[in-house]
């Protein structure tokens, strides 16, 4: 029997792209389903799809939106934060607006969630965390006002939950996935290094999904280059610039 069947996931950013596919794969693995994003109408084209599925319309940036979301979605054995926002943006163009508003769906959102369903959770000794991070919070990176910041202290968030859920029975990982081909990394105007298709990367992080392990970043070795780019020193980093 699968690990996720019979099981309740609400699955968070569950639209487009990388979500619609972990979507679609969770249910053929037995899971119950609750799908938020905010485009109601794209929800429900996937919930029609799925025999075990309901929509819960959301939009992460509105507390009380996600209090009484979390209300409807009521009891679940994990979560799944996949809601992201992107613009590829310069610190020599920079847009307040588009800048805050990805730090709102990317970080602030995942935190107005984790808020409403950890207690749960946490209160009954078992569940599953999953945040989808990028590559692209591991070093700064040309273009990634908002966006990388915002990525960075999403991975931040789910290492310090590592050191405070030991021992309660709550498993939390941190999965970076490279460049996935989705409506927001066709924005994008360079060349994206081992570009995946959404069922890919869908299939790369149910894999991690079935482990107990903390981190997962794919495609290698891309995730190695960038992961490397950690530990160089600035001078070598920012050399000529």
């Known amino acids: 029997m699968s690990s996720f069947a019979g099981k309740t996931y609400w699955l968070v950013g569950a639209s487009e792209g990388l979500g619609r596919e972990l979507a679609r ?4 693995e037995g899971a119950h389903l609750v799908l938020s994003a905010r485009n109601a109408e794209r929800l429900e084209s996937l919930v029609a799809e799925l025999p075990n599925a309901r929509a819960v319309p959301l939009d992460v940036t509105d507390t009380d939106a996600v209090r009484r979301a979390a209300a409807d979605v009521g009891a679940i054995d994990g979560v799944i934060y996949n809601a992201g926002a992107y613009d590829p943006m310069r610190a020599t163009e920079w847009d307040s607006d588009a800048a805050l508003a990805m730090l709102d769906v990317n970080f602030t959102g995942a935190m107005r969630v984790l808020g409403e369903v950890m207690p749960q959770l946490v209160g009954k000794g078992r569940g599953d965390v999953t945040l989808i991070g990028s590559l692209a919070g591991y070093r700064g990176l040309p273009a990634a006002v908002g ?6 202290a999403l991975i931040s968030l789910a290492e310090t939950m590592r050191f405070d859920l030991k021992g309660t029975g709550v498993i939390v990982r941190i999965i970076n996935p490279g460049f996935i081909k989705t409506r ?4 994008n105007s360079f060349s994206m290094p081992m570009l995946m298709e959404p069922e890919d990367a869908a299939t790369r992080v149910m894999a991690a999904m079935r482990k107990r392990r903390f981190r997962t970043d794919f495609p290698a070795p891309f995730s190695w280059a960038i992961r490397s780019l950690s530990y160089l020193p600035d001078i070598l980093v920012y050399r000529g610039k």
């Open 25 to 28: 794969k969770l249910s053929v």
């Open 147 to 152: 966006y990388g910041a915002s990525k960075a």
């Open 184 to 187: 927001l990394t066709q924005k």
